[in-house]
């Protein structure tokens, strides 16, 4: 089955850039969507198509996809962007959604 | 605004069956592909299946560990969505979103607050 890897935590300092990422056999070659999720909500989708904002989502986000890496790129990270991430692409008929990354911001 | 309901959580023993609904407003439901994501406690998010719309044919596909004991179902003239769990195993535990989006294109767009699912043994 497939499967996507990203890096259980990453700590950033306000104001910093961040990339996390999202490793996949020949991930570029799919779509690759993010999401972040806030303790007790509901996931929200930040980017789609790899690098296509949905609505609303601030300009700070931005995404990249090529080979077998796709990268969520948060530049600027304010402490309301502390939460975990993930990243989704699809295999075949069957979604496949990565680990999660905790992401601190301090 | 895009409203996406779930009902029907509760506790139910392993074996059990249960069928979670999902009131969707706010888009036109019957040309929306829609899929389940669960979340088991403390845990990431597993895709659980999908259904794509009528005009597109109306198909389900499911994540391997549900298949063939889970169905999906859509009633388009009253814009909802059902999960129907059946032979629930202790691991099925977790918050089940209805989401929007089951296409590679379009990402999971929108997600409901989750109905809670817990299975005993």
């Known amino acids: 089955s497939y499967e996507l890897t990203q890096p259980p935590s990453l700590s950033v300092s306000p104001g910093q850039t961040v990339s996390i990422t999202c490793s996949g056999d020949?991930?570029?070659?799919?779509?690759a969507s993010w999401y972040h999720q806030k303790p007790g909500q509901s996931p929200v989708l930040v980017i789609y198509?790899?690098?296509k904002r949905p609505s609303g989502i601030p300009e700070r986000f931005s995404g990249s996809n090529s080979g077998n890496t796709a990268t969520l790129t948060i530049s600027g990270t304010q402490t309301m962007d502390e939460a975990d991430y993930y990243c989704?692409?699809?295999?075949?008929?069957?979604?496949?959604f990565g680990g999660g990354t905790k992401l601190t911001v301090l | 605004e895009v409203q996406l309901v779930e009902s029907g959580g509760g506790l139910v023993k392993a074996g059990g069956s249960l069928r979670l609904s999902c009131a969707a407003s706010?888009?036109?439901?019957?040309?929306?592909?829609m899929s389940w994501v669960r979340q088991a406690p403390g845990k990431g998010l597993e895709w659980v299946g999908r259904?794509?719309?009528?005009?597109?044919?109306?198909?389900?596909d499911f994540a391997a560990p549900v298949k063939a004991r889970f169905t999906i179902s859509r009633d388009d003239s009253k814009n909802m969505l059902f999960l129907q769990m059946n032979s629930l195993k202790i691991d099925d535990t977790a918050v089940y979103y209805c989401?929007?989006?089951?296409?590679?294109?379009?990402?999971?767009?929108?997600w409901g607050q989750g109905a809670l699912v817990t299975v005993s043994s």
């Open positions: 989401t929007t989006g089951g296409s590679p294109a379009a990402g999971i767009g929108y």
């Open positions: 706010g888009f036109t439901f019957i040309h929306a592909w």
């Open positions: 259904i794509k719309s009528q005009t597109d044919g109306g198909t389900t």
């Open positions: 020949k991930l570029g070659d799919r779509y």
């Open positions: 198509q790899d690098n």
């Open positions: 989704q692409a699809w295999d075949g008929d069957t979604a496949v």
